[in-house]
């Protein structure tokens, strides 16, 4: 019985280019490593996660909810960042890398979140 919650989905260019910034030109610590395109949550396909006790988020990955967490996200097709040490981190990103291609975002400048969308969901049905 684990009760995780989504802690962070879709972001505007401008939010995560300020999530960018956290422990580089603005106080905090560095907490992504993309700025705003080359980053699924502005293109609508990422979300974050975490396990909570009491309302309370637990970001310690050495919990024993992560590894449960993960392992489901994965087996329900979602990439994990568990590989670049992201373990709140998971994509639904089909076919394409863990960074946006210069594909996907021509999509979304040409067609918004739909055409990323569409495109996700056939690449993953293919």
């Known amino acids: 019985n684990i009760t995780i919650e989504i802690t962070q989905g879709l972001r505007t260019v401008a939010e995560q280019n300020a999530v960018y910034a956290e422990g580089r030109t603005s106080p905090g610590r560095i907490v992504t490593h993309a700025q705003a395109m080359e980053s699924w949550h502005v293109l609508g396909c ?3 996660v975490a396990p909570f006790n009491n309302s309370i988020p637990d970001w310690d990955s050495r919990h024993p909810a992560w590894a449960r967490i993960v392992a489901v996200g994965e087996s329900l097709g979602l990439v994990s960042g568990i590989s670049w040490k992201d373990e709140p981190h998971f994509e639904l990103t089909g076919k ?5 291609t210069q594909e996907v975002q ?4 040409s067609g918004g979140l739909p055409a990323v969308w569409a495109a996700v969901v056939q690449s993953d049905n293919a």
């Open 46 to 48: 990422a979300i974050d």
């Open 96 to 100: 394409y890398p863990s960074d946006p």
């Open 106 to 109: 021509d999509l979304f400048t």
